[in-house]
């Protein structure tokens, strides 16, 4: 951790300033090193008062790359004092504040094989934190929790069986497990099969169970959120899988209740997006869905501090998971529901209310940015707030503060996330300093901005990272997002960052073309149906205005590279646009469009894009097919695939590369068997890029290229 807070607020309130400087100049690229192991912030947890914010930074150790987790505390009253390292002695994840100002916290510790229990650990008022309390002794680890406003109740959740009434039974997870062998059965009544990147346990679902709280820890026998077992009893997940957390299980802010998210187990799920918003009251026996009416997606249960409003946000079309997410507001006096946000043409995400009630935050994706908004709940008048000078970028955790303070994370292109603080919704300060200090010591990189007209006329836009000093003509490296309803916008990743690929050299122009989000509805689905047409279109329009742009940018030695939906398009260009490249990367791309529809999991997802289930729309899959079109295949291609990776199955690029092997078109095929949609791990990270610099280098740098060791 940088110290002195204080003195780096100046720094991080002109990057940008700093990034030109002369020492700028002269600093060493970043490197693919650089990226895996730069320390990385988590959500902040706020204390009672406001006073004492804690934080989690995950840091990679640069010769072992084992990742390490520590907290910090800071004082939000006073700017100048530094933080801390907060040591909870030991292992400590989830971390909240209690309503008395105690932290609340998952560890695993004790001898042996230990379980994930729930911990406590007093506060003094100098900050340091007394020994920990274990506040839970069950048999199987805890998954996550939520703590109700009065500290006197606790609603935890792991997987466990339907038919199992307390917080584990020694049968969870084994119902599709018959023996003698090894084999897994799975019956057609079941549902998902598998998800994302494990194998499903028919049966088991995640659960939530409710436990007073005592001197000792919890008390009594626990009551389960989905009520109990038998005809018509709500079956699934809670958080919903795979993605939901602890913005699933919301107290209400009395205490009485909780509010979750679920969505209903069986044959009908992997076709359905239906989430649907649940209340169980502490008084009744099951919960009640206040979502019934609504066949597509609710999600983000938000009640307002003063027990008078429920905020959450849901889409409208079943079946459809990237719809618009409108604000929706119940009057928890009279039961009035309406949308609030039906006339603002943007998908929101995150909902916070400030501690008065008056008003509603909530992020949402605009242009490049991911800005914050401020909702009038009385009107449903929806304000931007200019919280950062120059272009917001992606801004998130949202925590609003008594007295007007806004604290949140932002994070661009140019850096990964710090923590800020606006007072009055103005522009905000830095209060972290994570990574600030490295990537100021790194050379500069430079991201802009343009927009051309796209397919039809519509306006595209797309931005070019390329080195900030840079003599001689620029290779072009084309990166085109996954989704498709996605966008390459002005944040950072740990996964595909466009300023890891610059700083090698390269210009890396990106653009959201027809069905990427952040530019109304309509533009998101403008995609449907047509999965090798507008966005091939603006792809090549869309690369000329970038050349057009910065001219120099070499564009007769370009490779394009991307990753699912963009893994299909280098399926696609390798076959519809042969000629246009000098390389390809193809990471866990669609190869065969019917192979696909019969092997992912979600299914819903295929269905809604192509305009059915593949017998239904048969000629709608085939016209966008890339396996059609091998024959005119001959650019060399990088394919990467996970074994684990269950979104769009290893064979599909197995596919690709055999047919990339049988035309003699040079191939390199990289294979990692423990990772999904997504690499993760440290190490594998690692070699993705260096496989992937190398495989750009080959093409075109002519000459060998030197890189510092790793």
């Known amino acids: 951790m940088t110290k002195h807070i204080g003195s780096l607020i100046a720094l991080a309130a002109c990057l940008a300033a700093a990034s030109t400087s002369a020492a700028a100049q002269d600093a060493p690229p970043m490197t693919a090193k650089d990226l895996v192991t730069l320390p990385r912030l988590g959500s902040p947890a706020v204390a009672p008062d406001a006073r004492l914010m804690v934080y989690p930074v995950t840091e990679t150790d640069p010769d072992s790359l084992k990742r390490s987790t520590r907290l910090w505390l800071r004082d939000l009253a006073d700017p100048q004092r530094e933080p801390v ?86 049968d969870d997870g084994k119902a599709h497990l018959p023996g003698p062998g090894s084999a897994r059965l799975y019956d057609g009544a079941d549902g998902f099969v598998r998800h994302w990147d494990e194998w499903e346990t028919p049966g088991t679902f995640s659960r939530g169970f409710v436990f007073g709280i005592g001197p000792d820890g919890m008390t009594g026998e626990g009551a389960p959120l989905d009520g109990p077992a038998g005809a018509g009893a709500l079956v699934g997940d809670t958080p919903h899988k795979p993605f939901g957390g602890n913005e699933d299980v919301v107290w209400a802010p009395d205490g009485s209740g909780v509010y979750f998210i679920a969505k209903q187990a069986g044959i009908e799920e992997p076709r359905s997006t239906n989430t649907d918003l649940f209340w169980r009251a502490l008084d009744a026996t099951a919960p009640v869905n206040l979502t019934a009416a609504n066949a597509a997606m609710d999600l983000a249960p938000t009640p307002s501090p003063d027990g008078r409003w429920l905020a959450w946000t849901a889409m409208a079309r079943p079946g459809y998971e990237a ?22 043409d943007r998908s929101f995400g995150a909902l916070a209310w400030t501690p008065d009630s008056r008003w509603l935050i909530g992020t949402a994706q605009d242009v490049l940015d991911t800005p914050a908004f401020r909702i009038d709940p009385r009107t449903g008048a929806v304000e931007k707030l200019d919280l950062i000078p120059g272009n917001e970028g992606r801004i998130g955790d949202l925590t609003p503060l008594p007295g007007g303070r806004l604290l949140f994370s932002r994070n661009s292109i140019g850096a990964p996330s710090e923590l ?74 740990t996964r595909w960052n466009p300023r890891v690929l610059a ?10 073309f ?15 149906r047509d999965w090798g047409g507008k966005p091939l279109e603006d792809l090549q329009k869309g690369l000329g205005a970038a050349l057009a ?124 068997p423990d990772e999904n949609h997504w690499v993760l791990g440290a190490k594998n990270s690692l070699q993705w890029h260096e496989t992937v610099f190398n495989w750009l280098d080959r093409w075109l740098k002519p000459e060998p290229v030197a890189r510092p060791a790793e």
């Not at 379980?115 to 680890?141: H, K, L, N, Y």
Request: hydrophobic share 40%; aromatic share 12%; charged share 15%.
């Open 85 to 170: 390292p907060l040591d909870l002695g030991g292992s400590a994840s989830a971390v909240s504040f209690g309503p008395d100002g105690a932290l609340w916290f998952l560890s695993a510790r004790g001898e042996g094989e230990p379980t994930t229990q729930v911990w406590r650990a007093a506060i003094g008022s100098d900050g340091t934190p007394e020994a920990p309390e274990q506040m839970s002794r069950f048999a199987i680890s805890v998954a996550g929790y939520a703590l109700s406003p009065k500290g006197n109740a606790i609603a935890v959740w792991a997987d466990i069986a339907r038919d199992c009434p307390t917080f584990g039974c020694a």
């Open 323 to 344: 719809d618009r997410l409108v604000v929706w507001l119940r009057d928890l006096r009279s039961g009035r529901t309406r949308a609030l946000t039906g006339n603002f």
């Open 420 to 493: 800020f603080l606006s007072s009055g919704a103005r522009q905000a300060m830095p209060v972290t300093s994570v990574a600030t200090a490295r990537m100021g010591a790194m050379a500069a990189t430079r991201t802009t901005r343009f927009s051309f007209a796209g397919a039809g006329g519509a306006t595209v836009w797309g931005q070019i990272t390329r080195p900030e000093n840079h003599s001689g003509k620029l290779p072009a490296v084309l990166y085109v997002h996954g989704g498709p309803q996605g966008s390459f916008d002005d944040g950072w990743s």
């Open 503 to 512: 700083s090698q050299g390269y210009a890396v122009i990106s653009v959201d």
């Open 514 to 528: 027809h069905g990427s989000t952040g530019y109304g509805q309509a533009f998101t689905d403008a995609i449907n």
């Open 549 to 672: 742009k910065d001219p120099q940018i070499d564009g007769s030695n370009a490779c394009a590279m991307g990753a699912s939906y963009g893994g299909y398009m280098m399926n696609w260009i390798a076959g519809k646009w042969p000629d246009r490249f000098k390389c390809l990367i193809n990471h866990n791309g669609l190869f065969d469009t019917r192979a696909f529809y019969y092997a992912t999991e979600e299914s819903w997802f295929p269905r809604w894009d192509f305009g059915g289930s593949y017998a239904e729309a048969t000629a709608n899959y085939e016209q966008w097919n890339p396996v059609h079109h091998v024959d005119q295949w001959r650019t060399p291609m990088l394919v990467v695939l996970g074994e684990k990776d269950f979104r769009v199955p290893y064979t599909q690029g197995l596919g690709a590369f055999t047919a990339l092997q049988e035309r003699n078109i040079p191939a390199q095929l990289l294979v990692f």
